[in-house]
């Protein structure tokens, strides 16, 4: 099975930057989409970007390209960069990857979140 650890989220004044990381951990694995997804307080979890195994990015348009994710095949991790934040995107992050196991007996794809890091805006 794989595994996602999350970390680099804290606390931050309007207007500064966080990077979140996540690193998937496990064997005979291979990564395909990672995400960053966050959920507010009383609110639906939301997709925040995703990036494909080629490098392909998507983000929500309420972003306006304050926020860059990126992504480290080698280390099977993840990066969030986060810029110009706002008080209302106090969330907690998670991350969620897409994987299939090299094991044929055990085809399909999967899917699994990390335990998500709590990012704070202060105004």
């Known amino acids: 099975q794989v595994q996602l650890v999350e970390s680099g989220g804290g606390l931050v004044q309007a207007g500064g930057s966080l990077r979140l990381s996540c690193a998937a951990s496990?064997?005979?694995?291979?990564?395909?989409?990672m995400s960053w997804y966050r959920q507010a307080p009383g609110k639906q979890r939301e997709l925040v970007a995703t990036i494909n195994s080629s490098g392909n990015t998507k983000y929500a348009d309420s972003l306006k390209g304050r926020f860059t994710i990126s992504r480290d095949n080698a280390k099977n991790t993840v990066y969030l960069q986060m810029n110009s934040l706002k008080p209302e995107e106090t969330a907690v992050y998670f991350c969620?990857?897409?994987?299939?196991?090299?094991?044929?007996?055990?085809?399909?794809?999967?899917?699994?979140w990390g335990q998500g890091t709590q990012v704070t805006v202060s105004s």
């Open positions: 969620n990857s897409d994987y299939v196991l090299r094991d044929w007996r055990r085809p399909g794809l999967r899917s699994v």
């Open positions: 496990g064997s005979d694995f291979t990564i395909n989409a």
